[in-house]
């Protein structure tokens, strides 16, 4: 068993997130499993992240040590990473105390469903009050944008990655544009149509 410290890169945003992985093949394609960078994953695309393992060490305490003291808390409140939770903390350690069923030498997709059901309605050391200052902090959006706009490059890579979601997956499932001939916006398909407005989009 390898017990790991990675780094995986939206290759769109920049964006990071440090993780510790234990595994039998440190170059498997595990990239990450916190609720942020899930959700970026899910919205960028798989093939948009780039994960280099940091760190190889061949016990969990010094995994769990390394990671603490990359991921510290003023990490995880920098804008710059998909971090919710110092490290050091969680983890396969963690999930053994509350189900040692869920002891393996592999992943696989039948276990990670395990592991969400063992860890549902248990404590969770980075929720509560620290949830609410990264959401003061505009942490807990996928990017602090205002003021900002994508570049061209940005939204034509955004663009080609929701394109190969299907259905629900696609953030623009189940919308469509209207325009007044002035401006445009985006409804869901099943809204009325205001009056005044009609499908389409008015190229300004």
């Known amino acids: 068993m390898f017990y790991t410290i990675y780094k995986t890169t939206n290759l769109i945003n920049g964006k990071i997130y440090i993780g510790k992985h234990q595994t039998m093949n440190p170059n498997d394609d595990y990239l990450g499993s916190g609720n942020l960078f ?47 939770c110092p490290g050091g903390q969680g983890g396969w350690g963690y999930v053994n105390k509350i189900e040692p069923s869920l002891r393996s030498q592999g992943h696989t997709s039948e276990m990670y469903d395990r592991i969400s059901a063992a860890l549902k309605g248990k404590p ?8 609410k200052l990264l959401h003061a902090k505009g942490k807990m959006r996928y990017d602090n944008f205002t003021g900002k ?5 940005s939204k034509k890579k955004i663009g080609e990655a929701n394109s190969k979601l299907v259905g629900s ?20 398909k099943i809204d009325l149509i205001p009056e005044g407005w009609r499908k389409g989009r008015q190229i300004i």
């Open 149 to 153: 706009a994508h570049s061209e490059e």
């Open 169 to 188: 997956r696609n953030s623009q499932f189940g919308t469509m544009w209207i325009t007044n001939g002035r401006d445009n916006k985006k409804i869901k």
């Open 38 to 84: 899930q959700e970026a994953k899910l919205k960028y695309g798989k093939e948009n992240f780039k994960k280099e393992v940091l760190f190889i060490f061949d016990n969990e305490s010094e995994m769990n040590a390394k990671e603490a003291e990359i991921v510290t808390k003023e990490f995880v409140l920098e804008t710059t990473n998909y971090n919710i």
């Open 124 to 131: 969770n050391p980075c929720l509560s009050d620290r949830l």
